[in-house]
């Protein structure tokens, strides 16, 4: 891989944490002339509040007119659809509809159009009930008229920090997983010292994109500033066989506490309803809830009553990264040599790579010196993991090519025992099941093991030359 | 490069999807009956469906009137279709469909197998523990019975050291015995019924071999561990009272789902309540051409019923292949509660006689001999009493009212009769 080995464990730039936005700065740095480390607490990229989120690419149409996150958004939403084509990140250009059921709601559309408008974003449109209900005809009676936001689309959540950090890899930069930063001490002249579990690096710069302990590690380089508080997200996911019942992005109209429970598709063609939204404690417990679970499914009822009758695949829980501020907090210090984001939000996924170009310019501002590397980043496409197009069993080409894409482990989702070979063979290999479901699908589907569950994790433990037990977390 | 023309197309005369205990049978009696070409496709490398899996005795009674262990069985129906001139294919999964053709994918290629006629014997599942909704962490060491018995007995894994069984079915004391072939005591056992589901027998047995202590009322409220299962919070459901049991695994078993997606996406009627295809007692579909057969009908019946509906389900595949007409006039038979589900569950002007002369009744509570009536529009069709039943096992419900139904008539309804 990198011609730049761990043991030196001495870099330009140190990045803590690798979700979203850690491995969208990774591979922004990556172009430049910098040894750069991406360190992960977690057994994988995206592993985080990164892994559980609504998967929307979203406009910034509900953003605060002239904050920090509706620029970032708004840019990020067009760099990454931008890159899901360049790079293959599933997406499909569902659009939204807001969708108001009492006069109440509808009389806030004036108000909700404005703020778009505001926002910079100016094709929000508004949709009579029949229109609505011509392109939603599963949706519940009652609801009065809806706001088009033909822009707001649904997009894979595992593939982008994977494709940015697989660029970054391959472009030299060092990812080491399973190693969270403990702490984290300023030597005057030579920058940083970086400890973890497996030793001790060496940064002139830290960046701090940490997720949820972005105010930990912030605090760790001697900041005050900003605390996180998790706010935790429950979402369903329903049977594949339901996928025709939504069309597009069905949004609530937000209120001032919330911006409320949607549903939408999936792109690996489920249906998905959520998220609830409470402030927790513990930045570990992704517990769901009888509570949280028993509100989605009355609220799923009215929304799109059909969706009772169909099967729930999985329920998912994350923590969105809230803290006391509106804003997303980001800057970059020259005098520590230090630079954070963070307090990103739900809108993380979208703005990733907004983010990452606007920490570039801080930080070079900031005197982190970039020159641009001799070689650009590494081209690449990332395995297609979505329904949009085909997927490897239905391509006859490839499986003439090679039967091992036709030799189907995974029922349910279709995956392929190639596709589970590439994924234990690829830049950045799955170390877990769940980091195998989110390259490949595997196990994600609705008989969440019946019939393979056995079967895959053996395969990958044979992949991948390591103890099934171990894959299994079976106490020894 | 096209990809509807790289796709290789043939032909045959039947498809059966799934080479369980139904479609090996229905392969078996088709080849008998001079069906021509029968191709079996499954999507498990090795073909006899769950009972490959299920070590346990008890396979073939009433199908192949002998007692022998699940992989024996499983090898044997295999035999028994290749031995008929039957074709059978394994890792070829049928995804779709183009038309009236199935689409497949294996190792050997993507292609098109467009049959006369196809069975769909796909069998059903066990619900996972999302479709139940069981609130708490996600750990590894939550599975159904069916994986558990692929760990232990195809893989020769432990699966874990203590376990809580949710359920008590005859599944469920199935997957006692897996526990304790791959080392794992069974720390508790759960049902929401008041009582077990399964034959007093099992029950008995396994309270004293196992010493598992079975928790009538009780529901799994919560799954709590990090990486790996640490506990389950169980609520008495009469009480509220909650505690915790440790464990490091959690077997959900029964609460069975047909697999019925090619089904669906056939746009074949499903039964809304069996949740698999609905069909008359020929095993048609609402699709002209498809049949289906098994626990692809209904949650499960043991491996040789499923088996006689596969043998049965032929007759009328002939009839089809012959020519005779697709029966157009569907009267839906529906059950009220405390009935919970009949199979078959439409009335046609085809054949009235279902699989083994009867259909199969299951209530959501168990009914001990209860009285039972059939009636259409008012009209009182047949009325009668039945063997006990509950939500794990079935009764049978005699078919001779089924000639007397109107075909215009509206639904059929089987229901406990009112009692004042």
């Known amino acids: ?476 | 490069m096209n990809e509807a023309s790289a796709v290789a197309g043939e032909t045959a005369d039947v498809a059966v999807v799934g080479a369980g205990p139904a479609g090996l049978a229905a392969a078996v009696q088709l080849r008998r009956a001079g069906a021509g070409r029968v191709v079996v496709l499954d999507r498990e490398a090795e073909p006899g469906g769950i009972p490959r899996h299920a070590k346990h005795q008890g396979f073939g009674i009433r199908d192949l009137h002998r007692v022998m262990s699940g992989p024996r069985y499983a090898a044997r129906i295999a035999e028994a279709a290749i031995d008929a001139g039957a074709e059978l294919r394994t890792e070829a999964q049928v995804t779709g469909w183009a038309g009236g053709a199935l689409e497949v994918t294996a190792p050997r290629g993507r292609s098109r197998l467009d049959a006369r006629a196809v069975v769909l014997a796909t069998g059903c599942r066990e619900r996972p523990r999302p479709a139940r909704l069981v609130p708490g962490s996600r750990p590894q060491g939550v599975m159904t019975t069916s994986m558990l018995q692929q760990l232990v007995y195809l893989r020769g894994e432990s699966p874990g050291r203590r376990a809580v069984v949710v359920g008590a079915e005859h599944v469920s004391f199935s997957a006692l015995l897996t526990l304790s072939h791959g080392g794992a005591r069974a720390a508790a056992m759960t049902t929401e019924h008041p009582r077990h589901q399964t034959l007093a027998a099992f029950r008995a047995g396994a309270a004293m071999r196992f010493r598992t202590p079975l928790h009538t009322r009780t529901a799994v409220s919560a799954i709590r561990g990090r990486r790996r299962v640490e506990a389950v919070e169980l609520t008495d459901l009469d009480t509220g009272v909650r505690r915790e049991v440790e464990c490091d695994l959690v077997v959900f078993t029964a609460d069975w789902i047909p697999d019925h997606e090619l089904a669906v996406l056939a746009g074949i009627e499903l039964d809304p309540l069996t949740r698999g295809p609905a069909v008359d007692p020929g095993l048609r579909t609402s699709r002209a051409g498809v049949f289906a057969a098994g626990n692809v009908l209904h949650g499960a019946e043991t491996a040789d019923v499923a088996a006689l509906d596969g043998r049965h389900v032929a007759a009328a595949v002939v009839g089809h292949l012959e020519g005779g007409e697709w029966p157009a006039a569907r009267v839906p038979v529906h059950c009220e509660r405390p009935l919970g589900w009949i199979a078959p569950n439409a009335i046609t002007g085809g054949d009235h006689a279902p699989p083994r002369g009867r259909f199969l009744l299951r209530s959501t509570e168990r009914l001990a001999r209860p009285r039972v009536e059939v009636v259409q529009a008012g009209r009182r069709l047949w009325a009668g009493r039945l063997r006990g039943l509950g939500p794990g096992h079935s009764a049978r419900l005699p078919h001779d009212w089924a000639a007397g139904v109107d075909a215009g008539g509206g639904p059929v309804t089987i229901r406990l009769p009112f009692v004042r």
């Open chain 1, 1 to 476: 891989m990198s011609a730049r080995s761990h043991s030196e464990g001495s870099y330009d730039v140190a990045i803590v944490g690798a979700g979203d936005v850690g491995s969208a700065i990774a591979r922004e740095l990556a172009r430049f002339e910098l040894r750069v480390a991406l360190i992960e607490a977690g057994a994988d990229v995206g592993a985080g509040t990164s892994k559980a989120n609504t998967a929307i690419l979203h406009t910034g149409f509900d953003a605060k007119p002239g904050s920090l996150e509706a620029r970032l958004v708004a840019r990020g939403h067009d760099l990454l659809l931008a890159y899901a084509d360049e790079v293959g990140v599933p997406l499909e250009r569902t659009g939204a509809l807001l969708v108001a059921w009492d006069a109440e709601q509808h009389g806030r559309f004036a108000a909700i159009r404005e703020n778009a408008e505001r926002c910079g974003y100016g094709r929000v449109r508004e949709v009579g009930a029949g229109e609505l209900y011509e392109r939603e005809p599963r949706l519940g009676p009652g609801a009065v008229g809806a706001l088009e936001v033909p822009d707001e689309h649904i997009v894979c959540p595992f593939t982008p920090p994977l494709a940015f950090a697989t660029q970054a890899v391959l472009a030299g930069v060092d990812l080491r997983r399973s190693e969270p930063v403990v702490a984290l001490e300023r030597r005057d002249d030579r920058g940083w010292l970086v400890e973890t579990p497996r030793g001790t690096l060496t940064a002139r710069w830290i960046v701090n994109a940490a997720g949820l302990r972005s105010d930990e590690v912030h605090r760790m380089a001697g900041n005050e500033g900003f605390t996180v508080t998790p706010r935790r997200g429950e979402l369903i996911v329903f049977d594949k066989l339901s996928r025709p019942l939504v069309n597009h992005v069905l949004l609530p109209v937000p209120t001032e506490t919330t911006k409320g429970v949607l549903v939408a598709p999936t792109v690996f063609g489920n249906v998905m309803l959520g998220p609830t939204a409470a402030d927790v404690e513990s930045k570990d417990d992704t517990s769901s809830t009888a509570e949280g679970l028993a509100y989605l499914r009355r609220l799923g009822d009215r929304l799109v009553p059909d969706l009772a009758a169909h099967e729930i695949t999985a329920v998912y829980v994350g923590l969105r990264a809230a803290t006391e501020h509106s804003d997303y907090q980001i800057g970059a210090d020259g005098g520590d040599r230090y630079a954070w984001a963070g307090g990103i939000r739900s809108t993380g996924l979208t703005s990733s790579m907004a983010i990452a170009e606007h920490l570039r310019d801080e930080l070079d501002r900031a005197g982190l010196k970039l020159e641009e590397a001799d070689e650009s980043l590494p081209a690449i496409r990332m395995p297609n993991i979505g329904e949009a197009a085909p997927r490897p069993y239905a391509r006859p080409d490839l499986v003439a090519a090679d039967p091992e894409y036709g030799r189907v482990v995974c029922f349910c989702e279709r995956v392929t025992r190639g596709e589970i070979r590439d994924a234990a063979a690829s830049a950045i290999p799955p170390t877990d099941l769940d980091g195998l479901r989110r390259r490949t699908r595997a196990l994600m589907g609705r008989c969440q093991g019946f019939f393979c569950g056995a079967h895959v994790p053996a395969l990958l433990a044979e992949l991948s030359g390591r103890d099934v037990a171990e894959i299994m977390e079976r106490p020894g």
